[in-house]
């Protein structure tokens, strides 16, 4: 089975198009925030919620990524897919480190009633979110330690011109994209799942 997570500010709906090939598919949302406050209890959460059994294979964009690699650390899982994702916070735009000490200040609630004025996906997306919990995994990301396990069992794809996380090396780049590759580039990163995994 193929577990989708969505980004944080995001939920099953990024994946349209060219993900709904992908089958058996289960698109997730973010089970309802109860004061988690670091990305392993987020997985626990997640990994409690859907029945993610060893052998399954996660696919997570953004934050997605990052928490599909806790759940590897609790399930041995085929193969995690990261799409414009991180292994660790060095991976991260220092700029947006430098500003997570402030995000509790930040006025999160007016711009999500800016986005609902706005026809996007991603906007209908943000403004429908948890502004408690997008600040609690602002922290919960900047405090992260990374994943120490089996990278051979991660499949890296990115955007080239991602600007929210540094394109790394050991990934296959989608020319053009950027932090949102999952809905601008759907069907380049299927292609690519599709030649990854067998």
Request: net charge negative.
């Amino acid at each position: 089975m193929f577990y989708l997570l969505p980004g944080m500010g995001a939920d099953s709906k990024m994946y349209q198009g060219a993900w709904l090939d992908i089958n058996p598919a289960v698109c997730i949302d973010w089970p309802p925030y109860e004061g988690e406050a670091t990305l392993s209890e987020l997985a626990g959460k997640v990994a409690a919620h859907y029945p993610i059994q060893d052998n399954d294979i996660l696919i997570g964009s953004s934050m997605g990524g990052m928490v599909a690699l806790e759940i590897a650390r609790r399930i041995r899982l085929d193969r995690v897919v990261l799409v414009g994702s991180a292994i660790d916070g060095s991976e991260m735009n220092g700029l947006l480190t430098l500003l997570t000490p402030f995000v509790d200040a930040a006025p999160l609630e007016f711009f999500q009633k800016l986005a609902a004025r706005q026809d996007g996906l991603f906007q209908q997306m943000f403004a429908a979110s948890d502004p408690d919990f997008m600040r609690a995994m602002c922290k919960a990301i900047s405090t992260w330690d990374g994943y120490p396990g089996d990278l051979t069992r991660v499949t890296r794809i990115h955007g080239e011109k991602d600007k929210v996380i540094k394109c790394p090396r050991d990934c296959q780049v989608i020319k053009g994209a950027g932090h949102l590759l999952p809905i601008t580039h759907a069907s380049a990163c299927v292609e690519i799942i599709r030649r990854s995994i067998p």
